[in-house]
């Protein structure tokens, strides 16, 4: 199967984890509409819609429709997105008994059930939480579904690489072949760990480490030459850059500000803008408050 990889053209507009809070997602859209910028601008989601916020259903029908709304934009692959899509089988495959355990006992689901099924899951027994992920997938409209289980793992520009997480030093494919593997969307059987690392100590055949397995990658990814690494996954209390990465998940879905990172192009200096009104540029240079 041929994946095919989206390739943004600047400005681009980055947006943190939503994680259900489509309130903190409308207010930045707000102000994101009235730049300059925005009718020219691509957008990049950097995962998990899901889970947490208060109105998951809304939040995911939003994005959606943006991204309708501006071609050539995206939504990369984050790991509560492949928590739930493997979990309840939303892309048509056998459900993963191993993915349902630990969604079940590692996720913040509920607020996800609340906003499709109306109601809590069961989470004891398992059988009872499995007939609740079924009943879960079949409540969700159908074009959800396909959405979150087609959602790719990378999203890249001329001067940026954008992704849930980011590419690990303790694996012994290089950067050029890591970003290959996220395009093609392959991991178990592609990637081999060093020998002694915490990844081989940890490797998981079914969770990849780009999408969220190891934190550590977040804040120290394998640097890609030519490539600035922008990504969410792991709470910021501020916008986090260097000449390696930028980290832009300053809200986990649990309070604001949501964030966007505003790129103009390879090279040029971030711009951030919050759901709360605030604007940053460069980072940690305030020059605003609306």
């Known amino acids: 199967m041929t994946i095919p990889t989206t390739v943004l053209e600047y400005p681009i507009f980055a947006i943190g984890d939503v994680h259900g809070?489509?309130?903190?997602?409308?207010?930045?859209?707000?102000?994101?509409?009235?730049?300059?910028?925005?009718?020219?601008?691509?957008?990049?989601?950097?995962?998990?819609?899901?889970?947490r916020g208060p109105d998951v259903r809304?939040?995911?029908?939003?994005?959606?429709?943006?991204?309708?709304?501006?071609p050539g934009s995206v939504c990369v692959m984050g790991n509560h997105d492949f928590a739930?899509?493997?979990?309840?089988?939303?892309?048509?495959?056998?459900?993963?008994?191993?993915?349902?355990?630990r969604y079940r006992d590692n996720y913040d689901h509920a607020a996800t059930f609340q906003s499709y099924l109306g109601r809590e899951p069961r989470r004891h027994p398992f059988e009872d939480w499995c007939e609740d992920l079924a009943a879960l997938r079949e409540a969700m409209p159908e074009d959800h579904r396909h959405f979150l289980a087609h959602l790719p793992w990378l999203a890249e520009s001329a001067g940026h690489l954008f992704l849930h997480n980011g590419?690990?030093?303790?694996?012994e494919e290089p950067a050029s072949v890591q970003w290959e593997l996220l395009r093609q969307q392959k991991w178990h059987g592609y990637v081999h760990p060093r020998l002694g690392t915490e990844t081989a100590f940890h490797y998981n055949p079914e969770y990849p480490v780009w999408l969220g397995a190891d934190k550590r990658?977040?804040?120290h990814p394998?640097?890609?030459?030519?490539?600035?690494?922008?990504?969410?996954h792991v709470r910021v209390p501020t916008p986090d850059g260097n000449a390696t990465r930028i980290r832009i998940d300053t809200s986990g879905g649990m309070q604001e500000p949501l964030t966007a990172c505003l790129l103009r192009g390879p090279g040029e200096p971030p711009a951030f803008f919050f759901s709360n009104g605030e604007s940053v540029s460069p980072i940690g240079t305030k020059i605003g408050t609306k």
């Open 21 to 51: 809070q489509t309130v903190f997602l409308q207010r930045l859209l707000t102000q994101l509409r009235c730049l300059p910028e925005w009718k020219a601008a691509r957008i990049v989601f950097l995962g998990d819609l899901v889970d």
């Open 84 to 101: 739930l899509v493997r979990a309840a089988g939303l892309d048509d495959q056998p459900p993963s008994p191993s993915w349902a355990k």
């Open 217 to 219: 990658l977040s804040a």
């Open 167 to 171: 590419l690990s030093p303790e694996l």
């Open 58 to 70: 809304c939040a995911v029908q939003t994005v959606w429709e943006l991204l309708a709304e501006k």
């Open 222 to 232: 394998l640097p890609v030459p030519g490539r600035v690494i922008v990504s969410g």
